[in-house]
């Protein structure tokens, strides 16, 4: 077992205690009995001072007795008086020097009638020299009853003084072995106080070795794990930092200094405090192994991820003396586990939910309506023709416009509900609704702004859409039959002409599966020649006649009968059949222009030209092949080309525009106006005709907005010298108000429907 430096100086401080406590309890009993020796000493002295007095008085009584005796002078007498009286005084003060003594009290009593009688004596000895002179005096005196009693009396004095002297010997004896003790306790006192300064100083030297040891023990370490990728961290039993490496620095953003005597929970984001770090050192005290993914906070507030690994550094003796924490910084890994867990509910072009995650949420709105009897509209929108705005401006410009639609979409939805990307160009939402009715104006305010035009690298984009939608419950339980069915309603709103919303009906089912048939059909309706040409007559407006035609084209099916170009032109240009279709109806009007031409004055024919076809690269190529191939004069020939290519890409569309007017045919503008481009864009175009939308002649006559919007058109095209057609002229009113207003040329069922080429040709006589 190993002691620590704590215990090591608080065992050493508690020796030195114990013996400073020793050391004072012997000093103080050792004063105290020398003082109570000292006070004992007093009285012996005297008391042996006094009975040497009594002595020497009594020897002065022996001899002034025996003077007396001899001389008879009266000078012996007074000092006889002096000792006899001092002698007395004596007397009583031992009695009360040894008045705790009662040997010494009992050997007064006797002494006192034997002094009595020595001086009684001394009476005798003076009253018989003056009665009967010297000689009786000295018999008297030879007789020895004096001496004898003088004896007695010295006697007791002497067994008293005896008995003092012995006191003073004891009390000596006393005294040396007192001082003895002092000496022995101050010797005690050094060794002990030494012992401790060399216990601490062999303590202090050898924690500075070891700490010297852990010193270069730990610059080896550092050296070697400095170079380490991982964080190594190494920490005192208690979670003390001890130790860090570059590493720790490097990724925390923490100095060295910042970080000693701290705990690891320094660099741990708020997921894991002090307590989580705390049980985790107990238990790695206790011997376990930690291991975990930890999220770090660096110093700057950026989180990281960490995988750690917290082992016990045990000695010897299998005691836990450190921690060591070794990390690897999984930042990466982890950002491409996230990235990765967004790519499967996330779009990243985006940044909106994808296709899982929609129909996730729209399971989890399904289940809360269930719940409270909720209802769902469940919305699927899609831009219209997207593939061709990627294939007019690239697919940087494609980008763009789906962000935006993105965008725009998540911001003009109600708060709360979330925009979903399905598919490439196809966008999904849910929301919640009282009444389907209150769905419309919703719709509509979604459709209006993605319709807004979208700038991208300078291209101006005016994209469509159209939108699908199913409600919950009557359209569908599930998910599953919630997109089915508004996708169904969608592929609908897109069959209508696009840039319009459709909801779900049961019977679209059917009609859907009819589209499917169709699209199935179309895909050999012109190898199996099931498409003519019609072709609708183009009217001088003042005269009425026939100065030529709009070929349109017509598909018969054996199953399904005949089948309007609304509905399968949008199908062969999404299929780019157009491309093959295209040529094969100019191809034909060729042959029909050639045919005629045989027989009667020739008449200008107008071929429609899809945005498709005028975007392919041998568009300019075909036509002109195609002229040639049937020797035909190119200026009757008449190609129309819907507005919307000028909104999109003026500076090609003039190229190609100019390359065919190069050809030699004519061009007109078709359903002008329902565009976005303004009446300036008609000054940059190469063209020949513009025709004036079939929506404004219906209001022709009856909104007198667009009466003057039709007559500026029409003004405007004259100082163009361009022609005006209008298109879809139905009423004799129509005919009039046009012809009130200059327009060039009518097309319309007031004159006439698009006829086979045999009726046509009646025309033509
Ligand atoms: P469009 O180019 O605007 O053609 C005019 C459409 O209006 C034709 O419909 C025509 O039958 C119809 N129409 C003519 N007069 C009237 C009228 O007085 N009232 C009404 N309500 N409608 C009238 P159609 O033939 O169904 O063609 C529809 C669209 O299909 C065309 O619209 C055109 O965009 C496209 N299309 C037709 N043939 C071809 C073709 O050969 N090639 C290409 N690319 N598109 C074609
Ligand atoms: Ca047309
Ligand atoms: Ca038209």
């Given at each position: 077992?190993?002691?620590?430096?704590?215990?090591?100086?608080t065992a050493v401080t508690l020796l030195g205690l114990i013996v400073l406590a020793a050391g004072g309890m012997t000093s103080y009993r050792t004063v105290v009995s020398l003082l109570a020796a000292a006070e004992l000493r007093e009285p012996v002295y005297k008391t042996l001072a006094v009975l040497k007095d009594m002595r020497s008085q009594l020897m002065d009584i022996d001899t002034t007795e025996r003077g007396f005796a001899v001389t008879g002078k009266a000078a012996h007498i007074e000092q006889y008086a002096g000792a006899s009286e001092m002698i007395r005084r004596d007397m009583d003060a031992i009695r009360a020097l040894t008045a705790k003594n009662q040997l010494h009290q009992l050997r007064l009593d006797l002494l006192r009638p034997l002094i009595h009688q020595r001086l009684d004596f001394t009476e005798t000895v003076i009253d018989l020299r003056r009665g009967k002179g010297r000689k009786v005096a000295e018999q008297q005196i030879l007789k020895g009853e004096g001496i004898l009693l003088r004896d007695k009396v010295r006697s007791i004095l002497s067994d008293m003084e005896r008995e003092e002297k012995l006191k003073l010997a004891q009390w000596e004896r006393t005294m040396r072995i007192a001082g003895y003790n002092v000496w022995y306790a101050l010797a005690a006192f050094a060794i002990g106080t030494l012992a401790i300064v060399i216990i601490a100083?062999?303590?202090?030297?050898?924690?500075?070795?070891?700490?010297?040891?852990?010193?270069?023990?730990?610059?080896?370490?550092?050296?070697?794990?400095?170079?380490?990728?991982?964080?190594?961290?190494?920490?005192?039993?208690?979670?003390?930092?001890?130790?860090?490496?570059?590493?720790?620095?490097?990724?925390?953003?923490?100095?060295?200094?910042?970080?000693?005597?701290?705990?690891?929970?320094?660099?741990?984001?708020?997921?894991?405090?002090?307590?989580?770090?705390?049980?985790?050192?107990?238990?790695?005290?206790?011997?376990?192994?930690?291991?975990?993914?930890?999220?770090?906070?660096?110093?700057?507030?950026?989180?990281?991820?960490?995988?750690?690994?917290?082992?016990?550094?045990?000695?010897?003796?299998?005691?836990?003396?450190?921690?060591?924490?070794?990390?690897?910084?999984?930042?990466?890994?982890?950002?491409?586990?996230?990235?990765?867990?967004?790519?499967?509910?996330?779009?990243?072009?985006?940044?909106?939910?994808?296709?899982?995650?929609?129909?996730?949420?729209?399971?989890?709105?399904?289940?809360?309506?269930?719940?409270?009897?909720?209802?769902?509209?469940?919305?699927?929108?899609?831009?219209?023709?997207?593939?061709?705005?990627?294939?007019?401006?690239?697919?940087?410009?494609?980008?763009?416009?789906?962000?935006?639609?993105?965008?725009?979409?998540?911001?003009?939805?109600?708060?709360?509900?979330?925009?979903?990307?399905?598919?490439?160009?196809?966008?999904?939402?849910?929301?919640?609704?009282?009444?389907?009715?209150?769905?419309?104006?919703?719709?509509?305010?979604?459709?209006?702004?993605?319709?807004?035009?979208?700038?991208?690298?300078?291209?101006?984009?005016?994209?469509?859409?159209?939108?699908?939608?199913?409600?919950?419950?009557?359209?569908?339980?599930?998910?599953?039959?919630?997109?089915?069915?508004?996708?169904?309603?969608?592929?609908?709103?897109?069959?209508?002409?696009?840039?319009?919303?459709?909801?779900?009906?049961?019977?679209?089912?059917?009609?859907?599966?009819?589209?499917?048939?169709?699209?199935?059909?179309?895909?050999?309706?012109?190898?199996?020649?099931?498409?003519?040409?019609?072709?609708?007559?183009?009217?001088?407006?003042?005269?009425?006649?026939?100065?030529?035609?709009?070929?349109?084209?017509?598909?018969?099916?054996?199953?399904?009968?005949?089948?309007?170009?609304?509905?399968?032109?949008?199908?062969?240009?999404?299929?780019?059949?157009?491309?093959?279709?295209?040529?094969?109806?100019?191809?034909?009007?060729?042959?029909?222009?050639?045919?005629?031409?045989?027989?009667?004055?020739?008449?200008?024919?107008?071929?429609?030209?899809?945005?498709?076809?005028?975007?392919?690269?041998?568009?300019?190529?075909?036509?002109?092949?195609?002229?040639?191939?049937?020797?035909?004069?190119?200026?009757?020939?008449?190609?129309?080309?819907?507005?919307?290519?000028?909104?999109?890409?003026?500076?090609?569309?003039?190229?190609?525009?100019?390359?065919?007017?190069?050809?030699?045919?004519?061009?007109?503008?078709?359903?002008?106006?329902?565009?976005?481009?303004?009446?300036?864009?008609?000054?940059?175009?190469?063209?020949?005709?513009?025709?004036?939308?079939?929506?404004?002649?219906?209001?022709?006559?009856?909104?007198?907005?667009?009466?003057?919007?039709?007559?500026?058109?029409?003004?405007?095209?004259?100082?163009?010298?361009?022609?005006?057609?209008?298109?879809?002229?139905?009423?004799?009113?129509?005919?009039?108000?046009?012809?009130?207003?200059?327009?060039?040329?009518?097309?319309?069922?007031?004159?006439?429907?698009?006829?086979?080429?045999?009726?046509?040709?009646?025309?033509?006589?």
């Amino acid at each position: 077992m190993r002691y620590t430096v704590k215990q090591k100086i608080t065992a050493v401080t508690l020796l030195g205690l114990i013996v400073l406590a020793a050391g004072g309890m012997t000093s103080y009993r050792t004063v105290v009995s020398l003082l109570a020796a000292a006070e004992l000493r007093e009285p012996v002295y005297k008391t042996l001072a006094v009975l040497k007095d009594m002595r020497s008085q009594l020897m002065d009584i022996d001899t002034t007795e025996r003077g007396f005796a001899v001389t008879g002078k009266a000078a012996h007498i007074e000092q006889y008086a002096g000792a006899s009286e001092m002698i007395r005084r004596d007397m009583d003060a031992i009695r009360a020097l040894t008045a705790k003594n009662q040997l010494h009290q009992l050997r007064l009593d006797l002494l006192r009638p034997l002094i009595h009688q020595r001086l009684d004596f001394t009476e005798t000895v003076i009253d018989l020299r003056r009665g009967k002179g010297r000689k009786v005096a000295e018999q008297q005196i030879l007789k020895g009853e004096g001496i004898l009693l003088r004896d007695k009396v010295r006697s007791i004095l002497s067994d008293m003084e005896r008995e003092e002297k012995l006191k003073l010997a004891q009390w000596e004896r006393t005294m040396r072995i007192a001082g003895y003790n002092v000496w022995y306790a101050l010797a005690a006192f050094a060794i002990g106080t030494l012992a401790i300064v060399i216990i601490a100083l062999i303590i202090i030297l050898r924690e500075f070795v070891r700490f010297r040891r852990t010193e270069h023990m730990l610059q080896r370490l550092s050296f070697s794990l400095d170079n380490v990728k991982d964080l190594v961290a190494i920490i005192t039993p208690k979670g003390k930092i001890e130790y860090i490496n570059s590493a720790v620095e490097n990724t925390t953003g923490y100095t060295r200094q910042e970080l000693m005597g701290k705990g690891r929970e320094v660099w741990g984001s708020g997921q894991y405090g002090r307590r989580f770090f705390k049980q985790v050192w107990e238990n790695v005290r206790q011997g376990q192994l930690f291991q975990g993914e930890i999220e770090g906070e660096k110093k700057s507030g950026e989180l990281f991820h960490l995988n750690e690994v917290a082992a016990p550094l045990k000695d010897r003796k299998g005691n836990v003396k450190r921690i060591i924490c070794v990390a690897q910084d999984i930042s990466h890994q982890k950002n491409i586990e996230s990235r990765l867990d967004y790519l499967a509910a996330y779009d990243p072009l985006t940044d909106i939910p994808n296709r899982s995650l929609f129909i996730e949420k729209l399971q989890s709105e399904i289940a809360k309506a269930k719940q409270g009897n909720g209802t769902l509209g469940v919305f699927i929108t899609d831009l219209d023709r997207f593939k061709f705005i990627n294939d007019i401006y690239g697919f940087e410009v494609g980008d763009i416009v789906l962000k935006r639609t993105a965008e725009k979409l998540s911001a003009s939805l109600p708060k709360g509900y979330v925009a979903a990307r399905l598919g490439s160009d196809e966008f999904g939402f849910i929301t919640t609704f009282q009444q389907q009715a209150d769905l419309v104006p919703l719709v509509q305010r979604i459709m209006d702004i993605l319709t807004e035009t979208v700038n991208a690298n300078g291209e101006e984009v005016v994209p469509t859409v159209s939108m699908g939608i199913a409600l919950y419950p009557q359209d569908g339980e599930d998910a599953h039959a919630l997109i089915k069915n508004a996708d169904i309603a969608l592929s609908r709103a897109k069959a209508q002409g696009r840039n319009t919303h459709q909801f779900y009906a049961e019977d679209m089912n059917a009609n859907i599966s009819k589209l499917v048939i169709m699209e199935k059909h179309l895909f050999s309706a012109l190898k199996n020649q099931e498409y003519t040409v019609n072709y609708q007559p183009y009217c001088d407006l003042s005269t009425k006649k026939v100065v030529g035609s709009e070929a349109l084209i017509r598909w018969k099916n054996d199953k399904l009968g005949l089948i309007s170009p609304s509905m399968f032109i949008p199908i062969l240009e999404d299929t780019n059949k157009i491309i093959e279709v295209g040529e094969w109806t100019l191809k034909t009007v060729c042959r029909q222009l050639k045919e005629w031409g045989r027989s009667y004055a020739p008449v200008p024919i107008a071929v429609n030209l899809s945005m498709i076809q005028f975007r392919h690269a041998h568009l300019v190529d075909m036509v002109e092949s195609v002229i040639k191939e049937f020797d035909l004069n190119p200026k009757h020939l008449i190609l129309e080309i819907t507005e919307s290519i000028f909104t999109q890409d003026i500076s090609f569309a003039t190229s190609i525009l100019k390359k065919l007017k190069g050809i030699g045919v004519s061009l007109s503008v078709d359903d002008f106006g329902t565009g976005y481009s303004s009446l300036s864009y008609l000054k940059r175009l190469p063209v020949d005709n513009v025709k004036i939308d079939i929506s404004f002649i219906r209001e022709v006559t009856v909104d007198p907005d667009v009466t003057s919007l039709v007559t500026a058109i029409i003004s405007m095209a004259h100082s163009l010298r361009l022609r005006a057609i209008a298109e879809g002229v139905e009423t004799e009113e129509q005919w009039k108000v046009l012809r009130l207003l200059k327009c060039d040329i009518a097309q319309g069922y007031y004159f006439s429907p698009a006829l086979s080429a045999q009726e046509f040709e009646k025309h033509l006589r």
